[in-house]
């Protein structure tokens, strides 16, 4: 009788749908195969690395707005690299980058649904010149790009 109880208890979740980050059906809809996609203020590589999830999905992918069945649009309003301490002689030896953004799914020309506001942000301290300052920028924000994407892509896939 335990072990029942224990079982349903266990199966509970999954029977309201219930489920992880990333790991639903996502939020569109089952008839949904052809989609266009956009990108705003985003990294060509960014694109290029939704493209291939969504094709990883099953999903084919038009530049043609009007054969879409579904749009995305991808946009992310700023991207801020700031110093945010400084040594005794006024020298910047930590950055602060931050990268906030959202999508957006159309499907048949309505807004249906919206990821919200994703922000991100990290630190880096960094020495020596400006050639490995500007290496540590560029290393520190293709990660925090890709982070950034992973949290879209987690809300996109869970439907939330």
Known sequence: MIRLLVLLLGLLPAACGYHLAGHGKGVLPEDVKVISLHGAGVP????????????????????????????IRLQQDHVKYRP????????????????????TVLVHGQETWDSGIVSLSEDVFVSGGPASIEASRNRLEQDLQRQWLQQVWSRFRSGF
Do not use: P
């Not at 290029?48 to 094709?55: D, V």
């Open 44 to 71: 060509h590589y960014l694109i290029a690395a939704l493209r291939q999830r969504l094709e990883a999905s099953g999903y084919r992918l038009t530049e043609a707005q009007q054969e879409a069945e579904a749009e």
């Open 84 to 103: 945010s301490a400084f040594d005794r002689a006024g020298i910047a030896v930590q950055y602060t980058m931050n990268i906030r953004g959202h999508m």
